[in-house]
């Protein structure tokens, strides 16, 4: 099973969108709340190269991006790729 991690907000539609996506695809994820905790959101920064917009998308500890970078991962058929690699 591939390893995902979202760091998100409550408020947050394309966080929504995101972890819809996913659940379509039948996949499991760890959500990290950045809006709650302020050493997440360092860590999200630091892991998405300075990124400040949520979500913030991580597959098997590689950098997917946002909700726009996951969907066009899916359509391109890179996000297939991703999944398959194992941590």
Known sequence: MPKIEIYSTAV???????KNLLQSKGLAWVEVR??????????MLARSGGRRS????????????GY?????ADRSGRLS???????
């Open 54 to 65: 949520v979500p913030q998308i991580f597959i098997n500890d590689q950098h997917v991006g």
């Open 81 to 87: 790729q991703l999944l398959e690699r194992v941590a």
């Open 12 to 18: 947050c539609p394309y966080c929504v969108a995101a």
């Open 34 to 43: 950045v809006d709650v905790d302020p050493q997440q959101r360092e860590a």
């Open 68 to 72: 726009d970078d996951l969907l066009a």
